[in-house]
């Protein structure tokens, strides 16, 4: 399972570094800070795609900027998502894999309904990365999301989202996750303990 990770300014961050340093403490998860590799964003599009071929279930955690993600990852999925690989007659590599974002946005979840500020629910507004996902033929999950970002320290909530993005993780690593509700849900924050199987893996 891979996570690629992207903040511009991780010393700033409160809520993405530590949910950061969880993946990279989950057994079965390559955690790459994608800012950290590439910080001229020269990126090793042969590199990027061995990667992706290695991995089953792909994670982009990042926070929510301008209803989508900091820059770099539009310019990974621009250099990296090629014709004749990713899709397009002959770019099959990642069909049959599990995409994902992991988000914090900084508006509570109030804003992000049809009755809310910006009319519409988050997974909605993450149009691009569930298209994408589509035509590159991988299965797109719903989000795990920390609404209220900047207060999540002072309301003591980080530590509660850390442990579920744990379980997350380590229940997408054991194929321990029911895929089918996670597919059809609106995010996953609040349901995720009813998505994770707790007998055999499926
Ligand atoms: C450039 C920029 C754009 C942002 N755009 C949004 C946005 O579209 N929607 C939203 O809810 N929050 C937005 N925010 C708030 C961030 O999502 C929030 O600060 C972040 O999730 C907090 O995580 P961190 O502590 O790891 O930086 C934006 C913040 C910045 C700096």
């Known amino acids: 399972m891979l996570v690629l990770f992207a903040h511009p300014r991780p010393d700033r961050s409160e809520v993405n570094l530590p949910l950061f340093e969880t993946a990279q403490n989950v057994q079965g998860v390559t955690a790459v800070d994608l800012y950290a590799r590439y910080p001229d964003f020269s990126i090793d599009v042969d590199s990027e795609q061995a990667q992706l071929i290695a991995h089953d279930v792909i994670v982009f955690q990042h926070p929510l900027y301008w209803y989508s993600a900091p820059s770099i990852m539009k310019e990974w999925q621009d250099l990296v998502l090629e014709h004749g690989f990713a899709y397009g007659l002959h770019g099959k590599a990642l069909h049959g894999k599990t995409f994902m974002n992991a988000i914090t946005a900084g508006a509570l979840s109030e ?92």
């Not at 997974?123 to 299965?139: H, I, Q, V």
């Not at 379980?167 to 609106?186: F, I, N, P």
């Open 111 to 202: 804003a992000y309904s049809t009755e809310g500020m910006n009319h519409a629910d988050l997974r909605s507004l993450l149009a691009p990365f569930e298209k994408t996902a589509d035509l590159c033929g991988m299965r797109y999950l719903a989000p795990f999301v920390m609404y209220g970002a900047g207060r999540a320290l002072e309301d003591s909530r980080l530590d509660i989202h850390r442990n579920g993005y744990d379980d997350l993780l380590k229940a997408l690593v054991a194929d321990r996750l029911d895929l089918d509700k996670a597919t059809h849900a609106s995010v996953l924050t609040d349901v995720l303990d009813d998505f994770i199987l707790k007998g055999e893996a499926v």
